[in-house]
């Protein structure tokens, strides 16, 4: 009797050799193989009439073997089978190439019914290599509604989806059922066995519809149940609980007034800090929101307390950012802030390690330094990363690993849907920041062609006559860096010899040294530079209020959170501010429309989420969640939530999934953690 978990090799119908091609698909049991969803569907289930077949019509026709197939040898390597057929209505001629079997396998004044692409004229129709099936079996390729599947070279999609049927027949009443009744009734999901048989071979088009909308609710609804455990199993553990300090104290040393949703997500950050409990959580919030204020305050709670902070951004920018951001915030309080990235002197290294390792740093800033050996802390108790998903989950745990269960805070600069943001960071509790400081004015963004270049070269004139500084950023446009930046080396050449002979011109790019880079940036910084030509490293941050134009190259080659990002880094100081996209087709490109429609950056990303589907949205799957079968993160929103929340309500009932009825949830649960043991570790 076959299992769910028997090795596909040793199901009936599937020997060795079929079994090697459908490990390549990642097939290795049988409930794998169940679970290989089709990625389309062909509908071959309406019969035609002859007569009514038009060229280029795909369709499924009945008929009678009028005349005995011919076998032709054309030449070596080339058979060619003719045969006519017919029906009521018309007849038809049939080719089939390279397929002498059918010679034998089709038979004078019988009837099949045959699939496929109609060609010849509307008098004479005619199809090449169709299949077919005789009419009394029809049914399994024809005459119904075919899944087709992502294949290997060496399967075809017959043999998939007989290995496929096999694999069901022998599943019979084995499918576990991982939904409770009372979630299935409530969302009026089918049951699991109706499900895995329609999504592959499905009766209707309402069936398919059914099953899917079943299997997608499973999917989420087991990854959400899985991440709830996660979270309640790292709830677990004790984190250090810091002194009670008032915040009043942090509050009334700042330059400005926290908004009211910064004081919010202190006050969540606040109580993580006090629970006992080690911090999981994720700050979410527009470009500009204020979101390291809020990790400041995390770390000058902590600090209050004498424990240590790291905090950890992507680039070395970034860190000096943040470093002279901490160091302003904080160092009025007393809070000693030091800085540790690759680029500083090896004397320096050592000298801020054993200031590190002695207590005499409160707060460390710095890069993936922090994470190298020798980087040892006195009393670390809280990490922040910035801008979490360019760094990978393991990173992550690499720097929590030098303290002892410390609180952890990321911040994401990259607004995304709340119940997305809830698989993407599924181990951490989310705040989110939904309210910009006072005083911010909405960039006036503008799509144009290049016919409009040099109307906005005499803007670019005109604002930096007015004391403004201007942005103009260049995409990627060649897999091959170098040869971006000999692009954008050559553009800021001409606009620095010839178009903006008159300005100050720098340029930054990826590939500078970290000083040449700091010193680029500084001198921008301080205003002595009126234009920064760069490539996309700006787009994390950095933050010169003085800026007011952002001009942007190629607009179309960015993703639309990072159109967001870039425009961000304008409208931060007091000056009206401008973002300039150059693309093609200017204000009617759809992209540049959102763009111009609204400054909400969770919109933003909720359409560019439509627009790329979250595997581009996210990269190259940094984010080490499982991948999903047949959800689609995009479009399946909706069921996703609904699916959070049931999985929520039944966590809260039974927290460890210890109720008989669950058992079948806990274990497909307990296998998803082996199999992606290093994601949920
Ligand atoms: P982001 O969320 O993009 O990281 P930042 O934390 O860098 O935003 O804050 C953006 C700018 O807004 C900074 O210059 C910061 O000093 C300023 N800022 C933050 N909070 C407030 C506030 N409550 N009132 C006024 N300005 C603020
Ligand atoms: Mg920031």
């Known amino acids: 009797m076959a299992q769910l978990r028997t090795d596909v090799r040793y199901i009936k119908g599937i020997g060795e050799q079929r079994a090697?091609?459908?490990?390549?698909?990642?097939?290795?049991?049988?409930?794998?193989?169940?679970?290989y969803f089709p990625r389309a569907y062909e509908d071959r289930s309406v019969f035609r009439s002859i007569g009514s077949l038009l060229p280029d019509d795909t369709a499924c026709v009945r008929a009678?073997?009028?005349?005995?197939?011919?076998?032709?040898?054309?030449?070596?390597?080339?058979?060619?089978?003719?045969?006519?057929?017919?029906?009521?209505?018309?007849?038809?001629?049939?080719?089939?190439?390279?397929?002498?079997?059918?010679?034998?396998?089709?038979?004078?004044?019988?009837?099949?019914?045959?699939?496929?692409?109609?060609?010849?004229?509307?008098?004479?129709?005619?199809?090449?290599?169709?299949?077919?099936?005789?009419?009394?079996?029809?049914?399994?390729i024809t005459g119904r509604i075919v899944p087709i599947y992502r294949l290997t070279a060496s399967l075809s999609q017959n043999i998939l989806s007989k290995a496929v049927r096999q694999g069901l027949e022998q599943t019979d009443s084995l499918i576990p059922e991982v939904l409770p009744n009372k979630v299935r009734e409530r969302f009026n999901l089918s049951h699991a066995d109706f499900?895995?048989?329609?999504?592959?071979?499905?009766?209707?088009?309402?069936?398919?519809?059914?099953?899917?909308?079943?299997?997608?609710?499973?999917?989420?609804?087991?990854?959400?149940?899985?991440?709830?455990?996660?979270?309640?199993?790292?709830?677990?553990?004790?984190?250090?609980?810091?002194?009670?300090?008032?915040?009043e104290e942090l509050y009334a040393a700042l330059p400005f007034s926290p908004t009211g949703a910064q004081r919010r997500v202190i006050g969540e950050l606040m109580s993580d800090l006090l629970s006992g409990r080690p911090m999981n959580r994720l700050i979410q919030g527009d470009v500009g929101s204020g979101k390291t204020l809020c990790a400041a305050a995390a770390a000058w709670y902590v600090y209050k307390s004498g424990f240590q902070t790291a905090f950890m951004a992507p680039t070395e920018i970034l860190a000096q950012q943040h470093y002279n951001t901490l160091t302003e915030l904080l160092s009025p309080l007393g809070v000693r802030v030091g800085l540790l990235t690759g680029s500083l002197g090896a004397k320096r290294k050592r000298e801020v390690k054993v200031s590190l390792a002695l207590g005499e740093i409160d707060?460390?800033?710095?890069?993936?330094?922090?994470?190298?050996?020798?980087?040892?802390?006195?009393?670390?108790?809280?990490?922040?990363?910035?801008?979490?998903?360019?760094?990978?989950?393991?990173?992550?745990?690499?720097l929590?690993?030098?303290?002892?269960?410390?609180?952890?805070?990321?911040?994401?600069?990259?607004?995304?849907?709340?119940?997305?943001?809830?698989i993407i960071y599924g181990d951490l509790d989310i705040s989110i920041i939904d309210e910009l400081p006072p005083g911010r004015r909405p960039v006036e963004t503008f799509g144009v062609d290049?016919?409009?270049?040099?109307?906005?070269?005499?803007?670019?004139?005109?604002?930096?006559?007015?004391?403004?500084?201007?942005?103009?950023?260049?995409?990627?446009?060649?897999?091959?860096?170098?040869?971006?930046?000999?692009?954008?080396?050559?553009?800021?050449?001409?606009?620095?010899?010839?178009?903006?002979?008159?300005?100050?011109?720098?340029?930054?790019?990826?590939?500078?040294?970290?000083?040449?880079?700091?010193?680029?940036?500084?001198?921008?910084?301080?205003?002595?530079?009126?234009?920064?030509?760069?490539?996309?490293?700006?787009?994390v941050g950095v933050d010169v209020p003085n800026a007011s134009l952002m001009v942007i190259e190629n607009a179309e080659r960015f993703g639309l959170s990072q159109l967001h990002q870039l425009r961000g880094r304008v409208g931060r100081g007091g000056h009206k501010s401008y973002c300039i996209m150059f693309c093609?087709?200017?204000?009617?490109?759809?992209?540049?429309?959102?763009?111009?429609?609204?400054?909400?950056?969770?919109?933003?990303?909720?359409?560019?989420?439509?627009?790329?589907?979250?595997?581009?949205?996210?990269?190259?799957?940094?984010?080490?969640?499982?991948?999903?079968?047949?959800?689609?993160?995009?479009?399946?929103?909706?069921?996703?939530s609904d699916a959070q929340g049931a999985a929520a309500e039944l966590l809260e009932s039974d927290p460890n999934l210890m109720a008989p009825e669950n058992g079948p949830l806990r274990k497909r649960i307990e296998e998803l953690f082996e199999v992606y043991a290093d994601t949920f570790n």
């Open 584 to 640: 093609e087709g200017g204000s009617e490109n759809p992209r540049i429309s959102t763009m111009i429609k609204t400054n909400d950056g969770f919109k933003i990303s909720e359409e560019d989420l439509k627009l790329r589907g979250p595997g581009d949205f996210f990269g190259s799957r940094q984010h080490g969640l499982p991948e999903m079968k047949i959800a689609d993160l995009s479009a399946d929103m909706s069921l996703l």
């Open 195 to 247: 499900a895995y048989h329609n999504i592959h071979f499905p009766a209707d088009m309402e069936a398919l519809a059914l099953a899917r909308r079943r299997l997608v609710f499973e999917e989420l609804f087991v990854l959400a149940c899985a991440l709830g455990l996660l979270r309640s199993r790292k709830a677990e553990k004790t984190g250090i609980v810091p002194g009670n300090a008032d915040v």
């Open 20 to 35: 090697k091609s459908l490990r390549k698909l990642g097939i290795n049991t049988l409930f794998d193989l169940i679970s």
């Open 400 to 422: 929590t690993e030098k303290g002892e269960n410390p609180h952890v805070l990321v911040m994401s600069a990259t607004p995304i849907p709340r119940t997305l943001a809830l």
């Open 363 to 398: 707060i460390i800033v710095g890069t993936h330094a922090l994470l190298s050996e020798g980087v040892d802390f006195f009393s670390l108790a809280l990490v922040i990363t910035d801008e979490q998903h360019r760094f990978g989950v393991n990173q992550r745990s690499l």
């Open 64 to 140: 009678l073997v009028v005349t005995s197939p011919r076998l032709s040898r054309i030449r070596k390597g080339l058979d060619i089978v003719k045969l006519r057929v017919a029906d009521e209505s018309g007849s038809m001629d049939l080719t089939f190439f390279n397929q002498s079997y059918v010679k034998d396998s089709l038979k004078y004044g019988s009837y099949y019914v045959f699939y496929g692409k109609v060609g010849g004229t509307l008098q004479r129709p005619e199809m090449t290599n169709p299949v077919f099936e005789p009419e009394e079996k029809a049914g399994s």
């Open 450 to 539: 290049e016919r409009m270049r040099p109307r906005v070269m005499k803007f670019i004139r005109r604002l930096v006559s007015e004391g403004r500084q201007v942005y103009i950023v260049c995409p990627m446009v060649e897999e091959n860096e170098a040869l971006n930046i000999k692009a954008a080396e050559k553009y800021y050449e001409q606009l620095k010899t010839r178009v903006l002979p008159d300005l100050r011109l720098a340029l930054v790019h990826g590939k500078m040294k970290p000083a040449d880079k700091d010193a680029v940036m500084g001198a921008f910084v301080r205003g002595e530079t009126d234009v920064l030509v760069a490539t996309t490293v700006i787009e």
